[in-house]
């Protein structure tokens, strides 16, 4: 992730929350010394919660990669220079992460909890355990048809998902 170590991940890990992980650890041990690293690490993760959260702006990719930048080359210590790694790698070779994150408001490994949708396939036998745990009655459907749930009703907890028998209910 940009400091010399390997992490495994797969594609259930959403990049750009990992990256955010980073900048929090950073952020959090970062000694308050210098500027940049105080208050620059401060804005890339400001800037890395709205896109996680689905509020993310059109300039924000942009934002990021200048800010990164300026903070590797004027940091005082060896923390704030590597601390903008995770986010340029990232960049680098998950740029379509951040770019459905906040063109699509969707998370391709939907991890990002404010931007899961779930969906019911027709894999749907109409059993209606899917409805009877929603609690907040998003799903509709009668007996042995396909059930849909109702997105704007929808709190993304995922009971459903867990009590689908068919795993006709996907997350995306």
Known sequence: MGSGGLVVMDE?????????????????????????????TKRMLEILNRITEGKGKAGDIALLEDLAKNIKATALCGLGQTAPNPVLS???????????HINEKRCP?????????????????GCSLCKKVC????????????????KDVCIKCGACVEKCPFKAIIKG
């Not at 959403?14 to 105080?38: H, N, W």
């Not at 949708?117 to 027709?122: G, K, L, Q």
């Not at 609690?135 to 109702?150: C, T, W």
């Open 12 to 40: 259930d890990t959403c990049m750009v929350d990992l990256a955010r992980f980073f900048l929090t650890f950073t952020q959090a041990e970062s000694c308050g010394k210098c500027t940049p690293c105080r208050e620059g």
């Open 90 to 100: 990232t960049l680098r070779y998950f740029r379509h992460e951040y770019e459905a």
């Open 109 to 125: 490994a939907g991890a990002c909890g404010a931007l899961a949708s779930f969906s019911i396939t027709e894999a749907c036998k």
């Open 135 to 150: 609690p907040v009655n998003a799903i509709s459907g009668e007996a042995k048809a396909l059930h849909a749930i109702n």
